[in-house]
């Protein structure tokens, strides 16, 4: 095999598909631990496309590069809660044993340690990937085991197999996590009883999606099954980069059956032959596990054609690997990528239900919305809400400073008192980020407010802090995620981002001043209006949320310092509003 042929065999496994570019240069990174320029080329050729195009995927994904990344390719999660768990002092330490700079491939080219956002490890943290695989519970000894394997170049089949056994601690369950699903059950009532009835019994639960927006499902797969198409896409949001939030990871490993019945029978009831799951690169190790089901439903009829012997019921579904964006999860962003793009959201509307993947009508669901889909379809609406108006449930994953952090299942309504009661958090809880950095600080005189769409809204993430830590640090890890995850698309987000780490840097370092908090408040106020998605519009939040809850905190850094602006605020707003202004929309 020449240099030259895997690229060659990538164009041949996804047929010269240039929406399948994306794919073929993370297999090449995994392969080759990087992209290499007659790769690039290789693969502009065969596509038929122009090299810039290829290129600028490499620049917008984390995990694809130009340069060699060592033959051990090491990721240490960035998020709070690693950061509370010490992922940033075993880094350093993983660092100093192998003689590496963070970032920096080794000079003989065995190993790179980097950060990365957040590996959805964080109630097992810290977690880390090495060569695309998740391994939990980073300690003393595993980085001094680690260092010594690498050192003495053993491969990583090689590496003890339970570091990579990744377990889900599903500390209480409800209708979903309870539930023994018989594969094909809802798929038959659904094709029994046709797209109506499974909207209507939608309906009659009150589903609302997971993913965070809480649009009901219902309505949803009504708008796309009555957009004027042939072909429809049902696509699975598993892309789940939300500092914070794991639990469609659990749901993705044990419940692979409900998560794919419900894509089917969303399929079914909206008229789709083809679906797709949208796996972000840090579950690569649940690829398989999905896959083997996947196929395992081919042979017995549960995917395909002909679907339980029905005539012209066909559908299945693919896999589609992200390569290191949060914003992908962001529904059009993501629908850009698996379409091989760069993951920039798309102006809306037009929304995804009527020109989705492709410009095709399109529904994008949460893994956990498929899977209460699956369970309301194959039981009737009863098993989300007891009786019509009920309001449901809903998973969270908790993590930070208690003694049970993991999986809960809980009614929507439930206090969060009562979650704090049920995870052991101490009794000095200081705040808890609800919905991860772009969410919502709750401090201890709101504990009696409610996880409900109507009032504290999230995809899953609960994040306890203790008293013994500072605020400060927090905003900063979450400010620096923003401007990290920015994808640059519109000024606003780009310049903000960049601003407010700025900003919060000069706090963290002492040297800020209240003066310094208004003109933070300036730059948000101009990020909400002008932003083009929900990243910009939220970036500024936990600075201005974490003051406002936790004063002393920043205070103490600001004491006597005199104002120094960091940087010319007035003209970056003016050359901000300028450009939204010259565009006439944000760019
Ligand atoms: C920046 C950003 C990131 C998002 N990330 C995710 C994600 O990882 N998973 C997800 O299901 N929804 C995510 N969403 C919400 C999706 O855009 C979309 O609302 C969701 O997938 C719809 O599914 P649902 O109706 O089942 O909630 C994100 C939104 C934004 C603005
Ligand atoms: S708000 Fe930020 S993440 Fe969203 S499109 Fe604009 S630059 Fe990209």
Known sequence: ?????????????????????????????????????????????????????????IDFYSFLHNEPRGLYDIYFSDSITDHMLGSRVQAESLCNKLGVELGVPRDDGVVTVSLTSCTGLCERGPGILVNGLAIDRMDDSRVEEMAELIEANVPLEEWPLEWFMINDA??????????????????????????????????????????????????????????????????????????????????????????IEGMTVCGIAIGSSKGYIYLRHEYEFLRERVNRRLERRRTTNLLGRNILGHHGVNFDIE?????????????????????????????????????????????????????????????G??????????????????????????????????????????CGAPKNVRSIQVGGPGGILIVPDEFGRQISFDDLNTAGSFMIFDDSRNMVDVAVNFTHFFAHESCGFCTPCRVGTKLMVQMVDKIEAGHGARLDIEQMERVHKLMTQASHCGLGQRAAVPILTNYEKCPEHFLERMEDVEYKPAFDVEAAIERSRQIVAEEGRPR
């Not at 570019?21 to 122009?50: S, T």
């Not at 009835?197 to 649009?215: H, P």
């Not at 102006?347 to 209460?372: D, S």
């Open 1 to 57: 095999m020449t240099d030259d042929d895997f690229a060659r065999e990538q164009l041949a496994t996804y047929h010269r598909d240039p929406g399948m570019v994306l794919q073929m240069l993370r297999n090449i990174q995994l392969e080759k631990n990087h992209i290499p320029e007659p790769d690039i080329l290789i693969l502009a050729e065969g596509l038929n496309l122009p090299r810039t195009k290829v290129q600028a995927l």
């Open 170 to 259: 599903l500390h209480k369950k409800g209708p979903l996590l309870n539930n023994t699903f018989t594969p094909g059950a809802a798929i038959e009532r659904a094709i029994l009883g046709g797209g109506d009835s499974v909207i209507d019994e939608l309906e009659q639960s009150g589903l609302r999606g997971c993913g965070g927006a809480g649009f009901p499902t219902h309505r949803k797969w009504e708008f796309c099954r009555s957009a004027g198409d042939e072909q429809r896409y049902v696509i699975c949001n598993a892309d789940e980069g939300e500092p914070g939030t794991f639990k469609d990871r659990a749901l993705l490993n044990a419940y692979t059956d409900a998560m």
């Open 319 to 379: 896999i589609c690997m992200g390569a290191g964006s949060y914003v992908c999860g962001e529904e059009s962003a993501l629908i850009e990528s698996l379409e091989g793009k760069r993951g920039i959201p798309r102006i809306r509307p037009p929304f995804p239900v009527t020109h989705g993947y492709k410009g095709r009508p399109t529904v994008v669901n949460n893994v956990e919305t498929f899977c209460y889909a699956a369970g309301i379809v194959e039981h």
């Open 381 to 422: 609406a009863e098993f989300y809400a007891a009786a019509p108006g009920e309001p449901g449930w809903k998973i969270l994953s908790i993590s930070g400073d208690c003694s049970r952090p993991g999986i809960y299942e809980i009614p929507l309504g439930t206090a969060i008192a009562d979650v704090l009661k049920m």
